[in-house]
């Protein structure tokens, strides 16, 4: 297992298929019919996938994006018409919610955990509709009811939403171990990570990035230091939201600022900031992206761009409507890992020539390591 260093893929449509670079050739991450772009699975009679952004939006670069490319295809493959609608704040979700249950839609994807509470209340107030969402358990963690009172977790779910989530621990703790790697034989020996939100979708990131690094310590004894996130505290730079904004260019600053030549900016745009503040700082930093492969989504920042850490959004989705287009919908959690190829490393593209010797082939040992289960990476933010 090798990982390619030609970056053959132009566009985030092309990324959506990259091979993931550690796995190799597999499954797509679900048992799901596979479409070829001639449309012949064909849809049950009325059938109309639907999809609502958070207030990322679609250009987010990240999971937005990622999200919008795989129910494009699959609406091209059954020849349908999908309908997508644009969170602008977080005031929209519930009526954009709303506006597509009047559109006749029979699938709504939400996409993100911040449109938790409004969507398991459409769910539940239109219980013929299909639902899912991304990056959430749908049990209402951390909703409110119409008094402001915290809703019991677990208490108030609906029975047709089904949950796309990604143990990206597993991932990012491979990601981890390359940004150290790449710090110590730069002679630095210091990588930070920051986030958006402190919520489990983004910790789970940073949770694997620091223990990986760990891992890199413990099997050279070396002492790659780490900024930005204490795992066993849970507490870490955060940036109080997801936009690229000075808040978060400061953010990045800040931790830049303590020498690091490695950064893991956790959520959507705010890689834009973090971008910005290497530029600014005239140093050799580089950063990781998350979710997609943001070399390829993003060529500006390509030659700054060690690896992505990457969640197979597109193809969960994908996978999500097509069952749904069958007629057998399973509200069963998907939950992508490793193993099923919905989490995974991108390709280190014109980086892979300056990897420290060895690099590669340890990674894929540590993921089939993981994989067999022989070697345990877990995370509190993990998808139970």
Request: proline share 4%; charged share 20%; with cysteine.
């Amino acid at each position: 297992m090798t990982i390619s260093s030609t970056r053959k893929l132009v566009g985030l449509t092309a990324a959506a298929g990259l091979i993931l670079a550690l796995a190799g050739c597999g499954a797509a991450p679900e048992a799901a019919p596979t479409g070829d772009g001639s449309g012949s699975q064909a849809a049950v009679a009325g059938f109309k996938p639907c999809i609502v952004s958070d207030d990322g939006g679609w250009n987010d670069r990240s999971f937005n994006q990622s999200a919008k490319t795989g129910i494009d295809r699959a609406a091209k493959d059954l020849k349908v018409q999908s309908i997508d609608v644009e969170s602008d704040s977080a005031s929209a979700y519930a009526p954009n919610l709303e506006s597509l249950v009047g559109q006749n839609c029979t699938l709504i994807i939400s996409v993100g955990f911040k449109l938790s509470a409004d969507t398991i209340a459409s769910a539940l107030a239109n219980p013929k509709i299909n639902y899912a969402i991304i990056d959430d358990a749908a049990d209402n963690s951390g909703a409110k009811d119409k008094d402001g009172k915290d809703i019991p977790d677990g208490k108030v779910d609906a029975p047709n939403i089904k949950p796309i989530l990604f143990n990206t621990v597993e991932a990012a703790y491979l990601g981890g171990y390359a940004a150290a790697a790449y710090s110590h034989q730069a002679g630095v020996d210091k990588v930070a990570t920051f986030g958006g939100l402190q919520i489990p979708s983004v910790s789970i990131f940073m949770d694997g990035f620091i223990d990986g690094v760990q891992k890199f310590n413990d099997d050279n004894s070396a002492k790659v230091a780490t900024y930005g996130w204490d795992v066993a505290k849970q507490t870490g730079s955060f940036t109080g939201g997801f936009a690229a904004n000075d808040t978060a260019k400061q953010t990045a600053k800040g931790l830049l600022d303590q020498g690091v030549d490695v950064i893991l900016p956790v959520g959507g745009p705010i890689y834009q900031s973090a971008a910005a503040a290497i530029k600014d700082s005239g140093k050799d930093t580089l950063m990781m992206g998350v979710d997609s492969d943001l070399a390829v989504a993003d060529p500006s920042v390509a030659g700054i761009t060690l690896v992505s850490i990457m969640k197979r959004i597109d193809q969960s989705v994908y996978d999500t409507v097509m069952s749904a287009a069958s007629g057998n919908y399973d509200v069963t959690p998907y939950i992508g890992t490793l193993k099923n190829e919905g989490v995974g490393l991108s390709s280190f593209h014109d980086f892979e020539s300056k990897l420290p010797k060895g690099l590669t082939d340890k990674l894929a040992e540590l993921q089939k390591q993981i994989i067999s289960g022989d070697l345990k990476v877990t995370s509190e933010n993990s998808p139970k």
